[in-house]
Structure formats: structure tokens, C-alpha cells
């Protein structure tokens, strides 16, 4: 099957690289961008979409972007991806965890261009390479924050699917915020959607009519923050700033700043230095960033939160350091322990004094 | 004064004028949306309609991508079509198609890593049984209960979408892939794969069982008591009954196999296409088909052109957003226009118009 595909793809590339030869001069370099959701999310795409923007106005001429949103993610995201390789791009970024599939099949039809793929784990070609933050790093900071700011004792969280990534950041918020609340309770829903308005406002109001007075999220819409404000609870904003729902009820949020990354693996690709690689960056290198706290926030634990915030990005302290057990009571890290990335890239468990079970 | 003057039988000639005028006026109107976004309105109509096909750039991926993308909305709006005929309205197709998929796609990976020859045909058993197996709960419910099927069809995709997110992020998840949600890869593996029937055309077995329901279901209509039988029960429910109509077995036939097809629709795209059952594996084919249905007024000739049509507006869509910055959500306006135009000049196959004075009247 893949045999005359293949062929159709070198005899493009051929052309391609015999046409370019001539004006590779004067022939912005061109990138594509897939977006799983709207860029008008204010969320996750939409953070992915101002590091497209930082790109544009780091390069200027020299850098043309493209980009498609709301693709779904499957076979329709490998046609995107195609068509943006016949429209001349040279290096493409997929920014959903489900184009893992997709962007492997696209690089091994098209050697000759540069792939990077987020949140994914898949490099079957050495043209792909996979990028992700330590988004737990931020979830720490809040986590410590709604441990201190919380009446009722009760944190809500609306989580999207029990997949690693989302099962790390509720134990990572919920470790930080037993540290300063011993009492503290999380209730977790499992909305079963990256970005449904409707679907997320009612996980909201769920939650609140549970108890909760702190909403967490991991879903990308702005839905949650007007449940929150109406219900008088506070929450953070996701992906991107939200700082639109500041100084109440969003009190601070975590920012994926992806723009610096873009623009040096754009860079390296340009000069030729472009390699494979499998980056997990956080707070030391700028990918996850702390919104700015609000008024809201007591003086006292803006300070102690902003220590929190410093102390990760200076390196010295990991969200998941020893004692920590699983939720049924077994050992997991031994005192001063730090967990390995290798555990927490496929981590499938709660962590002690979690109520609930993980979905399955 | 306008007036409406129902004809005794549709015309024939609007029926097969309206939906060249409908794609004629979805076009100007389009053209106005898009230079209303500050886009050149005639490149954007001509890269929908005209680059998937003809651009020498495109067109050699393009074309066969139709096929694709058209294969499972024929495949299934031919089931639904015939329902709707009858009066049955089975709108729970998404999860029929989820169900066929996780149902084929589970019986491959049961033998995993047999790559016997006879492990495709058993997935396409198991994913039209699957299909057919979720369509008999709104049907037995509705033939018991007098459930309404619409409801119960409908509710139960949000039930299958539940059962797709467990299944891949639990049950039939790939043990290599370190907790990451997704079952393994069937498409590239020997044995559970739908590969290219014919290098380049994207024809697939999914393409080639919807060109074969298209023809089934041209010689049922026509052909068949079955089809007669569909057709008295949707214009006349009561002489149906005279003339031997059992309503509870046409509840059962039209929502068995509109529900068979959709779920073998989804065995087809897990295992070619898309690949693997992943959380949003279903991207919307279910719903769409049911556009397509009616687009191609329940006609199996036109549903096959309303499935490549649909299938065009997706990929030139996609192009015009590349090339020209189009925002989707107008691509998708543009698409909602193509449906209403059509459905508004179908009043013209239906009814005469008349000018006429207010005293005549």
C-alpha cells in the first residue's frame, strides 16, 4: 500500500528540491501549524497559535506560516498535514497528543521535512521530534494556593481524560495542596473532552454544588471561569492567561509559553542544526509560566507561592519528591526521592489520600 | 403576491435542477462571506471546488483523499436513507460507527499478532454486527416500548463515545505505548489492515462496500418488495398496513441495517484511514451522513454525489484555510449554506409558484 505512495512522495520531493534549488534564496522558509481545537479556544490552541505569532515576529520575511484548526485528529489530520507538504511548507508542528499516528506516517512519506509533535511519544522517523512541558510544575504552585485559600475544604477539578499527563497534574496539585492543608479534599470530574463550552460549565457546576469553592481545570474553554464568578468560587486560568476572568474568581493561572521553543527549533532547522529530540521543558527554561497572582490572593501566600514558583525554576525542588505513597497505601518515593521522568511520563496512579478511582 | 400552489406530483426537472442552483447560489453567497473576511472571493471558490480536482498540484493526492473521506458518509447515509424513507429515523449512527469500529477493531487485536488471512473477514463480520447490535437497542425498544427511536438512537452516541474513551485509554490500549491512551496500529499491520486496493485511488474495501450499497440499495428500492414495502410505510403508514406492512419488522430491518453499515463504515476507518481506536476516534461521520442522506434526497444515485460533493467541500475547505488564511468556522458556514439553499429550492420541486393579484386571490 505504502510502496506507490511512496514514490508519488519522492518523485514530489524531487520536484520540489530540483524547483527550490534555484530560488531557495529568496523563498521564505514555510511552516505549518495544526491546531486540535479553535484558535479562538483562549486555551490551549490558542496558546499554541501566539507561539505561531512570536514565530512570524521573530523571522519576519524569512518565515511564512500556515496554519488549519479544528482538524480532528486521525486519518483527516494526516490529509491536513499532506496538503500543507504540496503547498510548500518545510517544517510541521501538530499540536494535539492524537496526530502521533498521523505525523509518523506524513515523516516517513516526506523525508525531507522537519516534524514536531506535541505531547506525544512517537519518533518512528528521524525527521520527527516530540515536545512537552512539565505542566505539574505549574499545577504545584496552584495546588498550594487553593490548599491555602479553600473555606470549604473541597477542590474541584474538571479532568479531561485519565491519560498520564492529566492524572500527574491532579496528584501534583493535590500533593501541594495537602502540604499547606492537611484537611483539603479533591473531587475530580472526568469530562471525557479537551474542549466542550457547555460540557465543562456543568463539570463546574457540578463541582460547586458539591461543596467545592476552588475549580481546577484541565480542559481548555473558558467555561469554568464564568461558573466560577457566578458561583463566588475562584479558579485559575488553563493553557493560556484568562487573565480577562482576573483579579476574581481567576486568581492566577499556568501559561504554556511555547513561542521561544518554536522559534529555536524553527531556527535550527533553518541553519541545518535541526535534530531529533524529545524535549520536556518546564519552569527553568520558560515552557510553563505562573499568570500573575491577583489581589485576591492573601500577601502572605502570593509570597510563599512565588517562593514555590522560584524554587522549581531554579531547579532545586521537584514537585514529586519523596514521601510519597500511592493511593493504596504502598510505598512509592522513599524520603527525599525524586521521581523519574520514565514513571512520571506513563503515571497511572493516585497518589495517597486521593479519593476516587481513576476511570477506566 | 406570491403565491404557493402545491404540484400533484414534484417535478422531475427542479428535482434534478436544484442541486446545480443550490451549489450556483451557495457560491455568490459564499463569495460575499468571504470577501465580507477580506479574502479574494474567487480564488477561494476556486480552490474548494476546483484545486482538489484539477490543481496539478493537488490534484494527485486530492482525488483519491475524496474517496476517502466520501467512502464511509456513502457508506452509511445509504443505510440511514432507507430508514428515512420509512418514517424510521435512526440518528444515532456516530454511535453505531464508534460501536462497529471498537467491535472489528477488538476482534483483530484478539489475535494479535496472528496476521492470518481470515482475521480481516472476521473483523468485518464483528464490525457489522457490532453496528447492528447498538442499532437493536433503540429498535427493540421502540418495537416493545414504543420507545421514540430518534431519542433513544441519538442518547446512546453518548453512550458509545463513553465506551470509545475506555477502550482506549483502558481495555484495548496498546501495551508498548507507556500508559499513553490508543490501541496498537491495525493499519500497518498485516492481517488486520484495509490497505489501497489500487495504488493511487485511495480505494479501500470501505469505498468498494459503499459503491456496492449504492447498487444494493438502487435494486432494493426499485426492484425489491422490501423497497415498495419502505416507501408505502413512509407516504402512507395506514394503506401500508392494509397492504401487509408488519411496521415492528420494517423497524427492525431498516434500523438493523442502517446500524450494520455504519458500524462496518467504522470498521473500514480504524482499520485503514485512521489507523488505531483512539479517544476522538469519531470524528463526526455519523452526524454528517445524515446531511448527506438528504442532500442526496434519500436517492442512492444522489447520495453517492452528495457523499463526493460533501467529501469536496472538506478537502477544498482544508486547502482555502492553508492557502488563504479562511478561518473553519467560515468553511463550516459555507458548508451550512450548501445545505440550506438546497433544502429552501426544494419548495420548488414541491410547489408551483404563482404571481398573482390580491383579488384574484
Redesign the interface.
Same mark, same amino acid.
Given at each position: 500500500?505504502k *510502496?506507490?505512495?511512496k514514490t508519488?512522495a519522492a518523485a514530489l520531493t524531487a520536484l520540489s528540491l530540483a524547483a527550490g534549488g534555484a530560488m531557495a534564496q529568496d523563498d521564505p522558509f514555510k511552516v505549518?501549524f495544526v491546531y486540535v481545537g479553535?484558535?479562538g479556544d483562549y486555551g490551549w490552541t490558542w496558546t499554541h497559535d501566539q507561539g505561531r505569532l512570536a514565530v512570524e515576529e521573530h523571522f519576519g520575511d524569512a518565515v511564512e506560516t500556515?496554519?488549519?484548526?479544528?482538524? %480532528?485528529? &486521525?486519518?483527516?489530520a494526516?490529509?491536513?498535514i *499532506?496538503?500543507?507538504i504540496?503547498?510548500g511548507a518545510d517544517m510541521i508542528f501538530t499540536t494535539s497528543?492524537?496526530y502521533?499516528?498521523a505525523t509518523n506516517?506524513a515523516a516517513g512519506r516526506f523525508p525531507d521535512v522537519y516534524f514536531e509533535h506535541a505531547t506525544?511519544?512517537l519518533r518512528e522517523h528521524p525527521n520527527v521530534s516530540t515536545y512537552s512541558a512539565r505542566f505539574y510544575q505549574g499545577r504545584a504552585v496552584i495546588g498550594h494556593i487553593a490548599g491555602h485559600m479553600t473555606e470549604s475544604n473541597i477542590v474541584g477539578y474538571i479532568a479531561s481524560? %485519565?491519560?498520564?499527563e492529566v492524572i500527574r497534574g491532579i496528584n501534583s496539585a493535590y500533593l501541594h495542596a495537602r502540604a499547606v492543608n492537611p484537611d483539603v479534599e479533591f473531587r475530580v470530574i472526568w469530562a471525557?473532552t479537551w474542549f466542550d463550552p457547555a460540557a465543562e460549565a456543568d463539570a463546574a457546576q457540578a463541582l460547586i454544588d458539591a461543596g467545592a469553592d476552588v475549580i481546577m481545570q484541565h480542559t481548555d474553554s473558558t467555561a469554568p471561569q464564568t461558573v466560577a464568578q457566578e458561583a463566588g468560587a475562584i479558579s485559575f486560568g488553563q493553557a493560556s492567561d484568562m487573565i480577562q476572568f482576573a483579579p476574581l474568581p481567576r486568581v492566577a493561572s499556568i501559561i504554556d509559553n511555547w513561542g521561544p521553543y518554536y522559534i529555536r527549533r524553527i531556527g535550527e532547522a533553518m541553519e541545518g542544526t535541526w535534530e531529533q529530540s524529545d524535549t520536556w521543558e518546564g519552569m527553568p527554561e520558560g515552557m510553563v509560566l505562573i499568570g500573575e497572582m491577583s489581589e485576591a490572593i492573601p500577601e502572605e501566600v502570593r509570597a510563599s507561592a512565588t517562593a514555590l514558583m522560584e524554587s522549581m525554576q531554579s531547579g532545586e525542588y521537584h514537585p514529586f519528591t519523596g514521601p510519597i505513597n500511592r493511593q493504596d497505601g504502598t510505598a512509592w518515593l522513599a524520603e527525599g526521592e525524586i521521581a523519574d521522568d520514565?514513571t512520571l511520563? &506513563?503515571?497511572?496512579f493516585y497518589v495517597e489520600g486521593l479519593t476516587g478511582e481513576i476511570?477506566? | 403576491m406570491i403565491r404557493l400552489e402545491k404540484r400533484p406530483t414534484p417535478s422531475r426537472f427542479w428535482g434534478a435542477a436544484t442541486p446545480v442552483v443550490a451549489v450556483i447560489l451557495t457560491m455568490i453567497a459564499g463569495g460575499i462571506m468571504f470577501a465580507l473576511l477580506g479574502k479574494d472571493p474567487v480564488a477561494a471558490i476556486r480552490i474548494i471546488f476546483w484545486d482538489p480536482l484539477f490543481s496539478e498540484?493537488?490534484a494527485?493526492?486530492?482525488r483519491p483523499?475524496l474517496l476517502?473521506?466520501a467512502g464511509p458518509l456513502i457508506l452509511i447515509a445509504i443505510g440511514l436513507s432507507l430508514g428515512f424513507r420509512a418514517g424510521i429515523w435512526n440518528i444515532g449512527a456516530e454511535g453505531q460507527y464508534i460501536i462497529g469500529a471498537i467491535c472489528g477493531a477488538g476482534f483483530g487485536l484478539a489475535f494479535y499478532p496472528s496476521e492470518n488471512p481470515l482475521i480481516f473477514p472476521g473483523m468485518v463480520i464483528a464490525g457489522l454486527l457490532g453496528g447492528w447490535a447498538w442499532a437493536m437497542i433503540p429498535a427493540i425498544l421502540k418495537t416493545r416500548f414504543r420507545t421514540n427511536e430518534i431519542l433513544v438512537s441519538l442518547l446512546l452516541v453518548y453512550v458509545a463515545? @463513553?465506551i470509545l474513551?475506555?477502550a482506549a485509554?483502558?481495555?484495548l490500549r496498546n501495551p508498548d505505548?507507556?500508559?499513553?491512551?490508543?490501541s496498537r496500529?491495525l493499519s500497518r499491520h498485516p492481517g488486520t489492515?484495509n490497505?489501497?486496493l489500487i495504488? =493511487?485511488t485511495g480505494m479501500h474495501w470501505g469505498v468498494l462496500a459503499a459503491f456496492i450499497a449504492v447498487i444494493a440499495a438502487y435494486v432494493l428500492m426499485n426492484r425489491h418488495v422490501l423497497g415498495y414495502h419502505i416507501r408505502l410505510a413512509g407516504q402512507a403508514p395506514r394503506a401500508a398496513r392494509f397492504a401487509g406492512v408488519e411496521p415492528n419488522r420494517l423497524v427492525l430491518l431498516c434500523l438493523g441495517i442502517s446500524g450494520a453499515l455504519a458500524g462496518a463504515a467504522g470498521l473500514f476507518?480504524v482499520s =485503514?484511514? @485512521? =489507523?488505531?481506536i483512539?479517544?476522538?476516534?469519531n470524528?463526526?461521520y455519523g452526524f454528517t451522513a445524515i446531511i448527506v442522506a438528504f442532500l442526496g434526497r434519500l436517492n442512492p444515485i444522489g447520495i453517492l454525489f452528495a457523499g463526493l460533493l460533501m467529501a469536496l467541500t472538506?478537502?477544498g475547505g482544508?486547502?482555502a484555510?492553508?492557502?488563504l488564511?479562511i478561518?473553519?468556522?467560515a468553511i463550516q458556514a459555507f458548508q451550512g449554506m450548501l445545505l440550506f439553499f438546497l433544502l429552501a429550492l426544494d419548495v420548488l420541486s414541491n410547489y408551483r409558484i404563482k404571481w398573482a393579484r390580491e383579488a384574484a386571490a
Open positions: 500500500m *510502496t506507490p505512495i508519488l505549518g479553535p484558535i500556515v496554519y488549519a484548526e479544528s482538524v %480532528p485528529e &486521525g486519518a483527516d494526516e490529509r491536513v *499532506t496538503q500543507m504540496l503547498d497528543f492524537g502521533g499516528e506516517a506525544g511519544y481524560y %485519565p491519560i498520564p471525557y520514565g511520563a &506513563g503515571m497511572a476511570p477506566n | 498540484q493537488f494527485s493526492y486530492s483523499q476517502i473521506k463515545e @463513553a474513551a475506555s485509554t483502558n481495555w505505548a507507556m500508559g499513553f491512551p490508543g496500529n489492515d490497505p489501497e495504488a =493511487g476507518e =485503514g484511514p @485512521a =489507523g488505531q483512539s479517544i476522538d476516534f470524528s463526526g472538506y478537502i482544508e486547502l484555510q492553508l492557502m488564511g478561518p473553519a468556522p
